[in-house]
C-alpha cells in the first residue's frame, strides 16, 4: 500500500493533507524520514510514525455528523497565536482520531462530516465524483423568480489563485423573505469543490451572502441537530454515502 494511502485510510486526514504531512518530513517509517507519497508500506510489518506517533489502521470507522458553529474554523490544528476556536475543540475527548471531510469557512455553519475512513473522505471531497453540497444562503436584497432562473444558468467566477471557472448550481429555489424583507433565503446546490463557490456566485448577482448553512452533503442530511453537537451515523446513511461514492462493498 502507498504510504499517502496508507496514512489517508488511517485517519490521518485526506490525501492531501497526508502528502504535506510527508513533505514537511513529518513521517518516518522504520526509522527513516521518508518525503515520497509514493513509497510502498506493509501495515502489518512497517512502523510508520508521524511526529513521533506510532500510525495504525483504525479497528473500525467512525462516522459523525457534527453541526459547526459559525466562527469556528474547520481544522484539527490550532496556528500558534490564533486564538479562535476550532473544530478540534469539540472532540478533544472522543477516544478515537477523526478529521473532518472538506471545509466549511470560518463564518459559515452548518453539516460537517467527521470521520477516520480515509478512503470514504477523499471520495467525498473531491470533485470528480461530484458530490452535491446543499446550503442554505440569507443574501443581501430582493432574489427576484426572473433572477433565479438567470442564476440557473450559472455564472463564470474566479478562485483564489485567480483562475476563472464556470459554476453552475444543480439546484436553486427561493425559500422565503427576511423578516424585514430586505433579504431573501436561498437554498443552493453545487457539486463543484470550489473555495467560497456559494459566497462568490451570489456576489457575481450582487446578493451578497449575510449568512450561510450547510444542509445536506449528498444524501446526508443536517436535520435538527443542534449547533455544536454531534451525532453518529446511521447505517443506512453510511451506505447512502458509501453508494454515491462507489464504495458500495464494507470498508472495515
Do not use: C
Not at 469556528?72 to 469539540?90: F, H, N, Q
Not at 470533485?127 to 444562503?137: D, L, M
Not at 426572473?146 to 450559472?154: D, F, L, P, Q, W
Amino acid at each position: 500500500m502507498r504510504l499517502n494511502k496508507f496514512l489517508a485510510y488511517a485517519g490521518l486526514g485526506a490525501r492531501r493533507k497526508v502528502e504535506e504531512l510527508i513533505k514537511q518530513g513529518r513521517v518516518t517509517v522504520n526509522g527513516e524520514v521518508v518525503e515520497n507519497p509514493a513509497v510502498e508500506v506493509d501495515p502489518k510489518k512497517d512502523e510508520v510514525r508521524v511526529d513521533g506517533e506510532r500510525v495504525r489502521l483504525p479497528k473500525r470507522f467512525i462516522y459523525l455528523a457534527f453541526n459547526k458553529p459559525q466562527g469556528v474554523l474547520t481544522a484539527m490544528e490550532r496556528e500558534p497565536g490564533d486564538k479562535r476556536p476550532i473544530v478540534a475543540d469539540y472532540f478533544r475527548k472522543y477516544p478515537v482520531r477523526l478529521f473532518p471531510v472538506g471545509r466549511l469557512d470560518y463564518n459559515t455553519e452548518g453539516l460537517l462530516l467527521m470521520t477516520n475512513d480515509g478512503e470514504l473522505a477523499e471520495r467525498l471531497a473531491h470533485p470528480r465524483y461530484h458530490i452535491p453540497k446543499t446550503y442554505i444562503a440569507k443574501v443581501k436584497g430582493r432574489v427576484t423568480p426572473a433572477e433565479i432562473e438567470r442564476m440557473k444558468k450559472g455564472a463564470k467566477l474566479v478562485d483564489d489563485k485567480g483562475k476563472p471557472f464556470f459554476a453552475k448550481p444543480i439546484d436553486i429555489k427561493l425559500l422565503k423573505p427576511s423578516r424585514t424583507g430586505r433579504n431573501t433565503y436561498v437554498q443552493i446546490s453545487f457539486d463543484i469543490g470550489k473555495n467560497r463557490v456559494v459566497r462568490r456566485f451570489f456576489d457575481r448577482f450582487d446578493h451578497g451572502v449575510l449568512k450561510l448553512k450547510r444542509i445536506a452533503i449528498g444524501p446526508l442530511k443536517l436535520g435538527n441537530l443542534p449547533k455544536g453537537m454531534y451525532r453518529e451515523l446511521t447505517p443506512e446513511e453510511v451506505k447512502k454515502l458509501k453508494e454515491v461514492t462507489g464504495l458500495d462493498t464494507p470498508t472495515s
